[in-house]
Nanobody
């Protein structure tokens, strides 16, 4: 079963930057695919962060990250560049793939195991 594989998490100071990457464990992405990034902090529900269509176009961001995070994709890999990180950005970040351009996690069918991002002051 194909899964998404995330990398690039870690610990960073407030105001710092990180770049997350995501790729499928096998095979290639379909041109109709939608890449999504989500995150889940301890004790909280999984929340939408950003999404973009595989073929490009206008990305969509959660208000909490707009202007600080950038989602992009390059053939079979998706990226989430995070700038000006804040303590409230601390969470496990998940990459997911679906076929619908929407922010509901249930619209995404293939997920990764997540990568921890910790922002320390």
């Amino acid at each position: 079963q194909v899964q998404m594989v995330e990398s690039g998490g870690g610990s960073v100071q407030v105001g710092g930057s990180l770049r997350l990457s995501c790729a499928p464990s096998a095979g290639r992405m379909l041109s109709s695919s939608v890449w999504g990034w989500f995150r889940q902090a301890p004790g909280k529900d999984r929340e939408f962060v950003a999404l973009i269509r595989w073929r490009g176009g206008t990305p969509l961001y959660a208000d909490s990250v707009k202007g600080r995070f950038v989602i992009s994709s390059d053939k079979n890999t998706a990226y989430l560049q995070m700038f000006s990180l804040r303590p409230e950005d601390t969470a496990v970040y998940f990459c997911a793939v679906g076929s619908h351009y929407e922010t509901n996690p249930r619209a995404f069918t293939t997920w990764g195991q997540g990568t921890q991002v910790t922002v320390v002051s």
